[in-house]
Structure formats: structure tokens, C-alpha cells
T-cell receptor
Framework: DTAVSQTPKYLVTQMGNDKSIKCEQN?????MYWYKQDSKKFLKIMFS???????INETVPNRFSPKSPDKAHLNLHINSLELGDSAVYFC????????????FGQGTRLTVV | GDSVTQMEGPVTLSEEAFLTINCTYT??????LFWYVQYPGEGLQLLLK?????DKGSNKGFEATYRKETTSFHLEKGSVQVSDSAVYFC??????????FGPGTRLSVLP
């Protein structure tokens, strides 16, 4: 069974559209994250949720809205997509402990045309 | 805030060469330290970790030692293989709320 799964794996869409990326983890972790990886492979935290509560909200345009219906799911909705939103988006989860690692999904490659 | 610095590469080595990828960090308190690896088209996988000073993490021939005095966590492997070609990320976790990543180092190993 996949520990952290996100769908879709690839997403090609036109500027101005609204799209969602879904993420689910079956590890029983309390904390979930969204990271953005740009074309140079830099990984930047976007959001962090703990037990459905927003913990970290980095400087991200408010067109990006995370939603956590329960602690196993953290979805990312993006409104009015722009060319600069093209990137790979990774979902991850971890227990809320300092000494444990994060588990990552396979990523969603978003291309805005 | 917390940050991680690592050599960005790319690093190109011949098979069986010795590998070192430097990583240093800035953090308050006592973070845990990690190395992740990303193969082409895939997500990040944990390679190894260390949770306190002087701990050595090791896996698949890779190892790194948590050096608090130099705030470093350098990755080493004695003999690289073509299959080790990937992007390597150093990361820290401070009190569980966020994982901070370095910029990644692309490694290419030539046969």
C-alpha cells in the first residue's frame, strides 16, 4: 500500500483555470505538508497542517488554498492558475516529533500553458 | 529562521570514486538532520538520518555524522555506482513543524 499518495501525477491546464491536487496518507501521521519544487529543484514549504489545523502558511498567493477534511487528507486547490505556478508539488506527512522523518508522495507535475 | 546550505553541484564522478557532499545548517535548539534522495521522476526518499550530536546515520553505503560543533552533516560514500545518480537533499526538522531543505545536489556517476 502506498503510504502517501497524491493525484493526479501530471496536470496540464490553461492559464486562468482552477484545479485541485489531492493527497492522502495511511500512516496515521498527525502532520501533513505541501511543498513546491521549482525547475531548479529547490523545495519550499507552502503549508503545514497538524490534526486538520493550519500550522504554517508561508508566503503563498491566496489563490492557493489548502483544505484538510480529516487528518489523513490534505488537498490543494489553486484558483486562476498562472504560468509561474508550473512546478512539481509534493505532499508529505510525518508524526509530530522532532526525530522522525517525513514521507513524501510521488509529486504532481503541474504545467500551466 | 532555520536554514540549510549544501554544495549545489552538479557533481560528476566516475564509478567507484569517493563521494562527499557538504551540508551545513543554521538552527535554534537541537534539530534532527536528514539526507533525502530524489531519483528522476520520483518523490523524495529518506536516505539516512541523525537525531542528536555525534550520531552517525548510514544506509546503502552512505553515511553522515551529526557535528554540532561545526553545524554540519556531510554525506559520504566510499565507492559510488551509476545507480547512485540522483539529486541529494540535506534537511533539518526542528520541533516537528517543518522540514527545511537545502537546495539539492545533483550527482552524476559515469561508468
Amino acid at each position: 500500500d502506498t503510504a502517501v499518495s497524491q493525484t493526479p501525477k501530471y496536470l496540464v491546464t490553461q492559464m486562468g483555470n482552477d484545479k485541485s491536487i489531492k493527497c492522502e496518507q495511511n500512516l496515521g501521521h498527525d502532520t501533513m505538508y505541501w511543498y513546491k519544487q521549482d525547475s531548479k529543484k529547490f523545495l519550499k514549504i507552502m503549508f503545514s497542517y497538524n490534526n486538520k489545523e493550519l500550522i504554517i502558511n508561508e508566503t503563498v498567493p491566496n489563490r492557493f488554498s489548502p483544505k484538510s477534511p480529516d487528518k489523513a487528507h490534505l488537498n490543494l486547490h489553486i484558483n486562476s492558475l498562472e504560468l509561474g505556478d508550473s512546478a512539481v508539488y509534493f505532499c508529505a506527512s510525518s508524526p509530530l516529533q522532532r526525530n522522525t522523518e517525513a514521507f513524501f508522495g510521488q509529486g504532481t507535475r503541474l504545467t500551466v500553458v | 529562521g532555520d536554514s540549510v546550505t549544501q554544495m549545489e553541484g552538479p557533481v560528476t564522478l566516475s564509478e567507484e570514486a569517493f563521494l562527499t557532499i557538504n551540508c551545513t545548517y543554521t538552527a535554534t535548539g537541537y534539530p534532527s538532520l536528514f539526507w533525502y534522495v530524489q531519483y528522476p521522476g520520483e518523490g523524495l526518499q529518506l536516505l539516512l538520518k541523525a537525531t542528536k550530536a555525534d550520531d552517525k546515520g548510514s544506509n546503502k553505503g552512505f553515511e553522515a555524522t551529526y557535528r554540532k560543533e561545526t553545524t554540519s552533516f556531510h554525506l559520504e560514500k566510499g565507492s559510488v555506482q551509476v545507480s547512485d545518480s540522483a539529486v541529494y537533499f540535506c534537511a533539518l526538522n526542528n520541533y516537528g513543524q517543518n522540514f527545511v531543505f537545502g537546495p539539492g545536489t545533483r550527482l552524476s556517476v559515469l561508468p
